[in-house]
């Protein structure tokens, strides 16, 4: 349901956007850096109680802030087309509460990722039953008496990564078990590429990185010309046509024509 949820947003323009404080928002956080490599996209956004200062050390009294977190999702400027998806391992962070209720009231979905059940202000109450998705790990007592940066931070930011990955599955930035989208941006990532479409292309890794010269550094329409003989712009093209869909771009085949590949 959470996949559905985040790729329905995505799909129609908006965004997904994780809020949390402490390890759950540093996940929160760790997830939306890792979607720009991996997927291309900068449409996973999120923001941590403290700001990013309690990235490198604790500010354990700001998730507390209920109006801080409201806060935050001004500042991102939250609207109808996004889903918000609050990270609390005790299901009852005030800060992530206020950062609900105020995405709520500017007509966001809103979902939240815990450990135990929802627990909201008293006043908030209401909106624990508008939460959608609600997932909500049974992970038990930690090791180390409420110490969520373990069990609970494990599990949390195993679920973090199916929803990316799924909803980004689903909008066509992956293929099999390929990031067709990811971003060249290192020489690693340069070197993944080339791996990706000499595999998916059937073209030794020479051919495939004059491919991706022709392209940008894109994968998928370097695949698309590799398969089906065409130029970039008649790559692209198809691959508009087909919602930016890889297999389904390869499955139609050069529907449209298009001039030789370089």
């Known amino acids: 349901r959470a996949i559905a949820r985040a790729h329905t947003a ?3 323009g908006g965004r997904l956007v ?4 402490g390890t759950s928002g540093r996940l929160a956080v760790l997830e939306a850096a890792e979607c ?5 996209s900068d449409r996973v956004v999120a923001a941590l109680a403290g700001g990013p200062e309690a990235l490198l050390a604790a500010r354990e009294g700001a998730e507390d802030d209920r109006d801080d977190g409201a806060a935050s999702v001004g500042a991102l400027a939250v609207d109808a087309r996004d889903l918000v998806l609050g990270v609390a391992a005790s299901g009852r962070t005030p ?3 206020g950062a609900l209720a105020a995405a709520d009231a500017r007509g966001a979905g809103v979902g939240l990722v815990a450990c135990a059940p929802p627990g909201p202000p008293p006043d908030l109450a209401p909106l624990a039953g508008r939460l959608d998705p609600l997932v909500v790990l049974e992970t038990g007592p930690e090791a180390l008496t409420g110490s969520t940066r373990l069990k609970a931070g494990t599990a949390t930011k195993c679920v973090l990564n199916a929803v990316t990955t799924g909803a980004m599955a689903l909008l066509g930035k992956v293929m099999d078990d390929l990031m ?3 971003a060249a941006t290192n020489a690693k990532l340069r070197a993944r590429a080339r791996r990706i479409v000499a ?3 059937g073209v030794d890794e020479a051919r495939a990185a004059d491919l991706l010269a022709a392209t940008g550094g894109a994968v998928k329409p370097a695949v698309v010309m590799g398969r089906r003989g065409l130029d970039a712009a008649a790559a692209a093209a198809l691959l508009d046509r087909h919602g930016g869909h890889l297999r389904r771009a390869l ?3 050069a529907v449209g024509g298009g001039g030789g590949a370089p």
């Open 36 to 40: 720009r490599p991996t997927f291309s």
């Open 95 to 97: 800060w992530v509460w």
């Open 251 to 253: 499955e139609a085949g």
């Open 199 to 201: 595999d998916l292309a």
């Open 180 to 182: 067709v989208d990811v």
């Open 10 to 12: 995505l799909a129609g």
């Open 18 to 21: 994780l809020l949390g404080a």
